[in-house]
């Protein structure tokens, strides 16, 4: 009685909203609908389906018309390792507040735990996602917004795992406020142009924090990169900006917080790079502009591996580095100027605020240490300084030209 | 031995290069940082002044020290006292003197600018540790060396060229052989180089707080071990200990043959 | 109170004693004498364990001194050159070496001897050199031990002060202690001594009297006696 009560009560609200607005379909276990498929099967155009709190397991979830996915209180949607969870092929579509977990690994096919194809308009928001492979994989698809999630892999090598979010062949994605850690690519870009990459976390992963790879015009700022194998890499793209993001204890052999390479016409802006072994690797970078930056107790501030021309680094603080800079060639076409560098000894006679005698950033031990790692042992001994100072003096192995004729006294403050 | 240290301590204390010492440790630590109010920038100066300034004055007080008080150790040695305890009370007063002087006078500005709220105290600790085993170490060595010459003048010399040698050639020749075997692998080389001589010790020490970034960026397996881990910290720590060591049981073999 | 049996000492190449055989019986002044370089200050600083000997043994009141100090506790010891930390007060000084050996009120008694007392609050580097000389008598005699060696005890004295190390000694004699002492004033041996011990290039030459030595060199006096010594072993 009291079951045939509940059902007539659900069939005249879906019946009365239906009619009126687009209606709102509820999954739970005990519900009519106790699967995501059968509601999205069910639902029309524009409807909004509830997911309530439980266990679902379920895979190869396909959201083919343009719908509303809402979880409450965090409901979980178990991939059971069989494959990819869900996949979005239709515009329009918003998925919120789900836990998605046990995606599927294949050394075939890129299963994620949400995909979205040739889709446009999506939202993707408040996600858990956890043992997956790739987290959210966007291929060819514009418009949409990737907010709030959180990512949390568990990958160990790099060849079986995948990366935290992906675009691919994307345009205009909005990506913000993610937490993405321990995969292999926090946050991965590949021919996607236009997107907007702002205040996430990405951390302990495997390769890089941030990966693009052939992407133009696209901004990150105000991220987080910490302890990554190797911070971002930003590669073969074009009018790149970095603004205000921190790179952080990104240590080992290969590792810096950011490694551009190929790169025109990038901006960096107002970073913050502390304690990296290599604070920015640059190789055949061209036309970049690196103003205001702290570059702060790292290994290498900044390693310029040759093919680099036409950059500027303007006013930028160098604190504390083991090396300012390193050059591997004798040649320098870069202009170092009103920058302030904590090794300089310099004076101020006449009280402007600069330096009287011009700062040269490259020591010839950065210079020997190139040539022979091991040496790096010496680093501060009296010695080196003695040698430092007499390459100062009279420049031998290191670019002449390569000076800051204007050192600040005064750390910059903005 | 203990009474012996307390006459040489408290002789030192009165002596006016102690508070030239100490003066200038604390006219050092006072311009550091109430004029350039960088503390991360204070520390890493003092480093550099430590790692070449206290094995300097070590050495040199240790020689002076010894050849000053010859006389009066003679008459200590007619005395009722054991020969041992007679130079090691006059070397641990010196040492401890100096390591007074370098830790009130660099210690007193730092606390004064609030280095207990700051994170800086770790390396600073660190520092002052480091200090005072160089103290140890080179007063030991210049006693080692007064023992062992008679004459003052050649005393004082040995005393500047173990220094100059230790601070600066050393270093050289460690980097030219460096860097002539290229070809091999030589992060073993370098660390047992580096364990060989007190003042790259405590360098290295240093170089594990404020340049951990940079030696890491090197491929080396030992390397990555030695600096990856706490490793670095205790065999350095333990290699200091040895250097103090090793010259105070040569000063104890040497004061029981010579004569006076 | 000494005996001395075959010793040898040598600084690198340079013999300075060659089979030193000695022995002082208790009770009595010894002088050691011979010329510069003879050898005196190293047989001193032998007994007192200061110069380690090549060779020989050495016992000091029955104990032999090798690889030994507290035997020094019955020694009282006047160096030659009296140079002390200079950065301690006298009167710290004195309780120092008080600290080190002993307690003894002697002290006051000296200090008033030798008029020290406006100087006990001075420190030791600001003192002349006569002062310092009987600072160093004061720390030597505060001791009662019965043996006593003076490595030149005269050196920089006013004539007051020579009469009182003087007396000081007959007194200490008189005690029944043995007292051994080196020094170039030869009057001084004269009127102090007992029996003088004569070092020639490392070996004792003369052990006996005064008298003893006037007769065997036929001398009238004992200045003439030692310099015909010198004179015959360099002819």
Not at chain 1, 98 to 122: C, H, M, P, Q, W
Not at chain 2, 44 to 61: D, E
Request: glycine share 6%; with cysteine; net charge neutral.
């Amino acid at each position: 009685m009291e079951r045939l009560f509940k059902y007539s009560v659900l069939y005249f609200v879906v019946f009365f909203t239906n009619t009126i607005y687009s209606q709102t379909i509820e999954v739970c276990e005990n519900c009519t609908m106790s699967s995501l498929k059968d509601a999205i099967s069910y639902a029309k155009d524009f409807d909004t389906i509830l997911v309530k709190k439980g266990t679902y397991k379920e895979h190869n979830i396909k959201v083919d018309k343009p719908l509303t996915i809402i979880g409450e209180n965090y409901p979980i949607i178990d991939g059971e390792l069989k494959g990819e969870i869900i996949t979005i092929v239709s515009d329009d579509v918003t998925v919120d507040g789900l836990f998605l977990i046990n995606v599927g690994t294949s050394y075939t096919e890129d299963y994620a735990a949400i995909r979205v194809r040739r889709s446009k308009n999506f939202t993707i928001q408040n996600l858990v996602l956890e043992k997956l492979f790739f987290g959210i994989y966007i291929e060819k698809s514009r418009d949409g917004k990737v907010f709030h999630n959180k990512i949390i892999g568990d990958a160990v090598e790099e060849y079986n795992s995948g990366n935290g979010i992906q675009l691919w062949y994307s345009k205009n994605i909005q990506i913000e406020h993610n937490f993405v850690q321990h995969v292999r690519d926090g946050i991965y870009l590949e021919f996607s142009n236009d997107c907007l990459i702002k205040n996430n976390v990405s951390a302990n992963n495997l390769r890089y924090g941030l990966h693009f790879m052939f992407s133009n015009d696209d901004i990150y700022q105000d991220n987080t990169f910490e302890n990554n194998g190797a911070g971002v890499a930003v590669m073969f793209s074009k009018r790149i900006k970095m603004l205000n993001n921190v790179f952080k204890e990104n240590w080992g052999t290969a590792s810096y917080g950011m490694l551009l390479k190929e790169i025109n016409d990038a901006e960096i802006l107002g970073n913050t790079f502390e304690e990296n072994t290599i604070g920015i690797n640059v190789e055949g970078s061209n036309r970049i502009t690196y103003k205001n930056n702290n570059f702060i107790s790292n290994g290498w501030a900044i390693k310029v591996r040759g093919a680099c021309y036409n950059n500027s680094f303007i006013e930028n603080n160098f604190l504390y580095n083991s090396f300012d800079i390193s050059y591997n060639s004798k040649i320098n076409d870069n202009v170092f100027d009103r920058n302030y560098w904590s090794n300089y000894t310099g004076y101020d006679l006449d009280k402007d605020g600069i330096g009287d005698v011009p700062y040269r950033p490259v020591k010839l031990f950065s210079y020997i240490v190139n040539r022979t790692p091991e040496t790096i042992i010496l680093l501060r001994s009296l010695f080196i300084d003695i040698i430092d100072f007499s390459e100062k003096v009279s420049p031998v192995f290191t670019p002449d030209n390569l000076l800051d004729t204007n050192p600040l006294i005064k750390k910059i403050e903005w | 031995m203990l009474k012996i240290l307390k006459y040489s301590f408290y002789d030192l204390m009165r002596s006016r290069w102690s508070y030239v010492y100490f003066a200038f440790y604390l006219l050092l630590g006072v311009v550091l940082l109430f004029l350039n109010n960088d503390l991360s920038k204070a520390v890493i100066t003092l480093m550099n002044v430590i790692i070449v300034l206290v094995p300097l004055i070590g050495t040199i007080f240790g020689v002076m020290y010894y050849y000053n008080s010859k006389e009066f150790t003679e008459l200590l040695l007619a005395q009722p006292l054991k020969r041992s305890s007679i130079f090691l009370g006059q070397y641990l007063g010196v040492a401890l003197s100096l390591s007074m002087s370098l830790i009130l006078g660099l210690g007193l500005p730092f606390v004064f600018y609030g280095l207990f709220e700051s994170s800086a105290i770790w390396d600073f600790s660190l520092l002052l540790i480091t200090g005072t085993f160089l103290t140890f170490i080179f007063t030991a060595l210049a006693f080692n060396i007064a023992l062992s010459n008679e004459n003052k003048i050649k005393g004082f010399g040995y005393a500047i060229l173990l220094w100059l040698f230790l601070a600066i050639i050393y270093d050289g020749i460690f980097l030219m052989t460096l860097i002539m075997f290229e070809d091999y692998p030589l992060d073993k080389l370098s660390l047992v180089g580096t364990m060989l001589n007190p003042i790259d010790l405590s360098r290295t020490l240093i170089l594990l707080k404020l340049d951990i970034s940079a030696l890491l960026g090197y491929t080396g397996a030992v390397f990555k071990q030695f600096f990856g881990t706490n490793i670095g910290l205790i065999v350095s720590l333990i290699m200091l200990s040895v250097w103090v060591v090793i010259p105070v049981l040569r000063i104890m073999f040497k004061s029981k043959k010579k004569d006076f | 109170m000494v005996s001395i049996q075959n010793l040898h000492k040598k600084f690198n190449k340079n013999v300075v004693l060659s089979g030193v055989d000695l022995n002082i019986s208790d009770g009595g002044i010894f002088a050691v004498l011979g010329p510069n370089g003879s050898g005196k200050t190293t047989l001193i600083k032998s007994i007192l364990g200061m110069v380690i000997p090549n060779e020989g043994e050495i016992t000091v009141l029955g104990e032999n001194i090798k690889k030994n100090s507290d035997y020094r506790r019955q020694i009282d010891y006047l160096p030659q050159i009296a140079n002390f930390p200079s950065n301690l007060k006298v009167k710290e000084l004195i309780r120092m070496i008080k600290d080190l050996r002993g307690n003894t009120d002697e002290d006051q008694y000296l200090i008033e001897l030798f008029k020290l007392e406006p100087f006990l609050d001075k420190k030791l580097g600001n003192l002349s050199g006569g002062t310092k000389q009987k600072v160093n008598i004061v720390l030597t005699f505060m001791f009662n031990s019965p043996l006593i060696i003076l490595d030149e005890p005269t050196t920089g004295l006013d004539p007051i002060s020579l009469i009182r190390l003087k007396e000081l000694i007959q007194k200490e004699k008189a005690k029944g202690k043995t007292i051994l002492i080196t020094s170039h004033i030869m009057s001084f041996v004269e009127e102090m001594s007992d029996e003088i011990v004569f070092l020639l290039e490392g070996k004792i030459y003369f052990k006996g009297t005064i008298s003893a030595l006037k007769t065997k060199t036929n001398q009238p006096d004992f200045e003439h006696a030692i310099a015909s010594i010198l004179i015959d072993n360099h002819a």
